[in-house]
């Protein structure tokens, strides 16, 4: 018995094969098959439907009205099934994933993570976009990125925790600090977690502090805590990169520690996604 709700798609091919030709052999010899296995085909397909496709009351072949309707849905059908296809072998070839970053892991152990990423998929195309948290989240939102790993302060939830990050003050050894004077601060600008954090943290101890030096820019900021601008609040893990050398750490309160997270627009991470992040963890161990 024949399963209606699986039909043959090369019984399909041979019946439009009929049905342009109006000849069975003619049929045959369009597909490269025999005669009888076009007959074959479109007796499979018309007990299949339940009806009749073909009328061979003459020796013209004719399309039955069913027939006729057929033709369309049948191109239809294999179009799709020859799109499934296409797509499968440019997916295999043509990968491609935007990557948003904030410029602190640009300056830690990512970018090693990312080198030995594109060497394992070097049929993947992967482009790089860096810019603070709250603002890569934004161009996520409006489908500029695919994937994101920024910063998660505290008590926020957005986006899945890969690790935790201590947040350490960076000076000059040059400079000095006293409670008595009012503390110079190099922050990024309105909107980033570390700036909100060195702010809260302050205030909670009722430390006095300004704003000596602003930047969207992680690099100028290093650059003015070196100039002697102020102090900044920024992850521990740039304790270990060369760009921020003399910077030593100042005796100011403790702050609250930080998440990294990955964060995308849909539900489920895709495979490539899932590989990346996978090797992002091993590399910032909680």
């Known amino acids: 018995m024949l399963d209606k709700y699986n039909l043959d798609l090369q019984h399909l091919r041979s ?3 009929v049905a342009e030709t109006l000849h069975f052999t003619s049929a045959a010899h369009l597909r490269g098959v025999s005669q009888s296995t076009i007959s074959l085909h479109i007796s499979r397909l018309e007990e299949a439907l339940g009806v009749s496709l073909l009328s061979r009351s003459t020796k013209v072949v004719e399309l039955t009205d069913t027939g006729h309707a057929l033709i369309r849905l049948a191109q239809e059908t294999l179009q799709s099934h020859d799109r499934i296809f296409q797509l499968s072998t440019h997916l295999k070839t043509q990968s491609h994933i935007r990557i948003g970053l904030t410029e ?8 090693l993570v990312l080198r ?6 070097s049929e993947t195309q992967v482009s790089l976009t860096t810019g603070l948290s709250h ?8 489908g500029e990125i695919d994937l994101m790993f920024g910063m998660q302060g505290p008590n926020e939830t957005h986006g899945t925790l890969l690790w935790q ?3 350490k003050w960076y000076m000059h050894p040059q400079e000095t600090l006293s409670r008595k004077h009012s503390i110079p601060l ?12 060195a702010l809260e943290t302050l205030n909670r101890h009722k430390f006095r502090w300004h704003i000596a030096f602003c930047s969207d820019s992680l690099s100028a900021l290093l650059g003015a805590v070196k100039a ?3 102090c900044t609040l920024q992850p521990s893990f740039l304790q270990r ?5 003399p910077i030593i750490m100042p005796d100011l309160p403790e702050p609250p520690p930080v998440g990294f997270v990955a964060l995308n627009t849909r539900q489920e991470f895709s495979s490539l996604e899932n590989m990346l992040i996978d090797a992002t963890k091993d590399a910032f161990p909680s």
């Open 228 to 230: 002697g601008y102020g």
């Open 186 to 197: 190099v922050v990024f600008p309105e909107g980033s977690v570390t700036r909100r954090i």
């Open 104 to 111: 602190d892991l640009v300056l830690s152990e990512f970018p």
């Open 15 to 17: 019946f439009l094969a």
């Open 165 to 167: 990050e201590n947040l």
């Open 241 to 245: 990169s060369a760009l921020a050398s």
């Open 135 to 142: 603002a890569l989240r934004t161009r996520l939102g409006h």
């Open 116 to 121: 030995n990423f594109r060497n394992q998929h």
